[in-house]
């Protein structure tokens, strides 16, 4: 695990287990701590994620990706797609 402290709030630490998490960036001040804001752009293996849909106008799936949580999953655990909240 690593205790990772959100930029400029000292008092606030995250208990995750990737060392490049990084909050959600939101439009909050610190971000949400659910979800990684390099969820886009780094795909880590092993890691427990959530996906997202992304719709055109006419309210089809044009895409689908995935959110870390910067949380790994452990081989006992069940696992099924679960979508981000």
Known sequence: ????????????????????????????????????????????????SEYCEFYNKDGEVVIRDYMCTGKKVHLKETRKDEKAT
């Open 1 to 48: 695990m690593v205790d990772i402290i959100i930029k400029d709030k000292k008092d606030d630490i995250l208990d995750k287990d990737c060392i490049d998490f990084v909050p959600w960036d939101d439009g909050t001040i610190i971000g949400d701590k659910k979800y990684c804001d390099l969820s886009f752009d780094c795909k880590q293996i092993g890691y427990y």
